[in-house]
């Protein structure tokens, strides 16, 4: 395990993907750590057990300059709660420059219904069953009212809605984006957020039903890091990595899935198992990504499955021709230009 550099890296602070815990596997959930020189990072989802993995890299709150969500499902976005909250004892008095967390808008519509459904579900929240970045964060933040207001109140603790500022992202209309009819169109990387450090780009990746599905790209003096977030191959993403000096690509085992699912005639198997073949990508895939941009490494991560399946990840090696990483939770990885 490599925790420290001493250039631009990133720190993988969970490998897994899945709105599950991996029974046997030491893989938590998916959030990566981009790390500059002098010790600001910016935080790219934020899955299950991202705090403890900020205080194992020895990454203090008080440093992170943003927090980016590449799209709204739980594995990426669970403890969002648990940073709001808990991050009160860590970045006190920074009311006069909340930390962004930039991620998708609300759809403003539900995805069609699957196929494989015989008859209409309840869903959650009618109302408004498809809320964005910035209305998830503050309803969560809500929900804790009875301890955040004992702490505010009698601690004298700061309001979290005044030390993050949650923000939605704005798709450009010129893409012709649609939740429903037109999810992934072609379109050149957009301009999300920018600091005096970094400028943030992203691009509409496919992960159906979801939509939007975000790819980031993080450009900076020393070098450049792209994120796939979840998505089956994207020519999308090939435009987002071009050249890039580090690729975070996902990956999936579809050997398991067909282990998991295969053979299964009921409603729930086979809708699961076809989720899992239009929405994501398998390695080989992933590096045909990385190959086409020219991405000097390539790292794959939101495994699924978040177990040892060593063999079936580095089966890319052979196919790359760049650098090739399969990292643990709390390994480093340079984006270093030079």
């Not at 001493?6 to 938590?28: D, Q, Y």
């Not at 984006?177 to 920018?194: G, R, S």
Request: contains cysteine.
């Amino acid at each position: 395990m490599t925790t420290h550099h001493t250039g631009p890296h990133i720190v993988a602070l969970g490998t897994s993907g899945g709105p599950r815990w991996w029974k046997g596997g030491n893989r938590t959930g998916i959030a990566t750590a981009v790390v500059l020189p002098n010790g600001d990072f910016y935080l790219v989802d934020a899955g299950s057990g991202v705090g403890r993995r900020l205080e194992q890299a020895g990454l203090p709150l008080h440093k992170m300059r943003g927090i980016f969500i590449t799209h709204l499902h739980s594995d990426h976005t669970v403890d969002l709660a648990s940073l709001g909250i808990f991050g009160l004892y860590e970045i006190e008095g920074k009311t006069d420059k909340p930390i962004p967390i930039v991620g998708p808008g609300n759809r403003g519509m539900l995805p069609p219904l699957s196929k494989f459904a015989t008859e209409e579900p309840k869903i959650v929240n009618p109302e408004n069953p498809t809320p964005g970045t910035a209305e998830m964060f503050t309803k969560l933040m809500e929900a804790y009212a009875t301890d955040l207001n004992d702490r505010i109140i009698d601690s004298r603790r700061a309001n979290p809605l005044d030390l993050f500022d949650p923000q939605d992202v704005v798709v450009p209309a010129e893409t012709g984006f649609h939740p429903n009819e037109n999810m992934t169109p072609d379109c050149e990387p957009f301009l999300v957020f920018e600091d005096e450090q970094v400028k943030v780009y992203a691009t509409l990746v496919e992960h159906p039903p979801i939509a939007p599905a975000f790819g980031f790209r993080f450009e900076t003096a020393e070098g450049s890091v792209a994120f796939s977030g979840d998505t089956t191959f994207t020519p999308n993403m090939i435009t987002l990595a071009k050249d890039v000096d580090l690729l975070m690509h996902e990956a999936i085992d579809f050997d398991f899935i067909e282990e998991l699912y295969g053979g299964r005639t009921d409603e729930l198997s086979r809708a699961s198992k076809e989720h899992h073949y239009k929405s994501h990508t398998s390695v080989e895939d992933a590096v045909r990504v990385a190959q086409e941009a020219g991405a000097r490494r390539l790292a794959l991560h939101h495994l699924v499955p978040g177990l040892d399946q060593t063999k079936v990840w580095e089966r890319g090696r052979n196919h790359f021709d760049g650098e090739f990483f399969v990292p643990e939770d709390l390994d480093a990885i340079s984006f270093a230009r030079d």
